[in-house]
């Protein structure tokens, strides 16, 4: 299977601290119809061959670890051993029968050291000479009541092994989970505040917006520098991110006037959008929401470039992927922003409304975030001079370059 017949999610999976520790790679082969997987093995091999050859193990996972199906029929094949035990998570579907052989090739696999994880988990005697060697163990939210969720806890504290909640699509939910004891987290409840006064923009953010408001109005230089002036650790930030390889900048730079000079307005624009999502009131750094937006942004920026749309285009397509997140941060509706930033009709359409180019673009990027086949292949469809080939590209090359942004700028 070619490369540009794979479609790859890859879903985030954060600490009780809230920080990205591993990714789960999840396969989907562009030749079906839908989002179903009917060949475990096929797709499991599919991913590793793409992921760890072809695209390369850093560009899809960076420095984390990366959870992996595995059926019966490829556990238990040669295969395994190609892959590198220290980044490398065994996710055992719940579709296989633990049997003698099954538990002598886990025990195999852990003295090579893999770390093993049982997916879907629901409690059956047959599982019990797993438990004793498995070291994760995923919980699907979608399958158990809330109330029921402390016996299973409790039931499984009897092994030493870590609680991965998974399917958290919102606080509520994560905060129940943590008190429960969970380890683990996987889901976008991260992008999902559960209260207001969780968003509520402190005074560095809304300098931000005056900033990023200044630089979209083509501003002197002078005032850009003043405000900075005000927020010295706006400055800071700001320094170490233009700093980095990320940015492309190959010469340290020891000023915000020079940084604005070497950058152009372009990058400083695009630099002040991803601060704000650096400076939410104790966040991990880089945050869960700095990854899904730089990542958005630059797939869209780089779909707008197959289109050959010119640089302009290209830079709003980067900026709509960006600020299609900013509600999540600040307390403020996307309406309020979108005014208070001064945007064209185009961009407005395409944050409010996900219409336009910009708007499909968008939505391109948010079925990528959430593995979702069928709709990108719909989307894919109301715009020809776009492929499947194109989006898994772009994706690829946003990834390595997101990797990039959150190793450099911490």
């Not at 900075?228 to 340290?252: D, E, I, W």
């Not at 937006?293 to 197959?306: C, D, P, Q």
């Not at 990834?399 to 911490?410: D, F, G, I, L, P």
Request: net charge negative.
């Amino acid at each position: 299977m070619a490369a540009g017949d794979i479609f790859l999610g890859r879903q985030p999976i954060l600490d009780r601290d809230q920080r990205i520790v591993a990714y789960e790679l999840l396969f989907r082969s562009g030749d079906t119809l839908d989002a179903s997987v009917t060949n475990d093995m096929q797709a499991t091999a599919n991913v590793i061959h793409h992921a760890f050859s072809e695209m390369g193990v850093q560009t899809v996972l960076g420095s984390q670890l990366g959870f992996i199906n595995f059926s019966a029929d490829m556990l238990l094949s040669d295969i395994v051993e190609l892959l590198p035990s220290t980044q490398v998570v065994l996710e055992l579907l719940e579709t296989i029968t633990v049997n003698d052989a099954v538990i002598e090739r886990c025990r195999a696999l852990k003295q090579k050291g893999f770390t093993l994880a049982l997916d879907d988990f629901i409690y059956d005697d047959s599982y019990r000479p797993l438990l004793a060697m498995v070291d994760i163990i995923k919980v699907d939210l979608m399958q158990h009541h809330n109330d029921e969720l402390p016996a299973i806890v409790n039931q499984l504290r009897q092994w030493p092994v870590k609680l991965l909640a998974e399917k958290v699509e919102n606080a509520e939910l994560a905060s129940y989970c943590h008190t429960l004891g969970f380890e683990l987290f996987q889901g976008y409840f991260f992008a999902k505040p559960s209260v207001l006064s969780a968003r509520r923009a402190g005074p560095s953010q809304l300098a931000l917006i005056q900033l990023l408001g200044l630089v979209l109005r083509d501003a002197d230089t002078p005032q850009i520098e003043l405000i900075f002036k005000q927020h010295p650790n706006l400055t800071y930030n700001l320094m170490r991110l233009v700093n980095s390889v990320a940015c492309g900048v190959n010469r340290n730079l020891s000023s915000v006037q020079q940084a604005i000079m070497v950058l152009g307005r372009t990058q400083l624009q695009r630099w002040l959008q991803l601060l704000l999502f650096t400076l939410q009131a104790g966040a991990a750094y880089p945050s869960p929401l700095l990854l899904l937006a730089a990542t958005r942004g630059k797939v869209m920026e780089l779909l707008a470039a197959k289109l050959q749309r010119n640089a302009d285009y290209c830079d709003e397509a980067f900026m709509v992927g960006i600020l299609s997140l900013i509600d999540n941060i600040i307390d403020k509706p996307l309406a309020d922003i979108v005014n208070e930033l001064n945007l064209g009709k185009q961009l407005a359409r395409a944050l409010l409304e996900r219409e336009g180019e910009l708007g499909a673009l968008l939505q391109l990027a948010e079925s990528v975030e959430q593995a979702d086949l069928a709709h990108a292949r719909t989307l894919l469809k109301l715009a020809p001079p776009l492929s499947l080939a194109d989006l898994t590209a772009a994706e690829i090359e946003a990834m390595s370059w997101a990797n990039q942004v959150a190793e450099t700028a911490v």
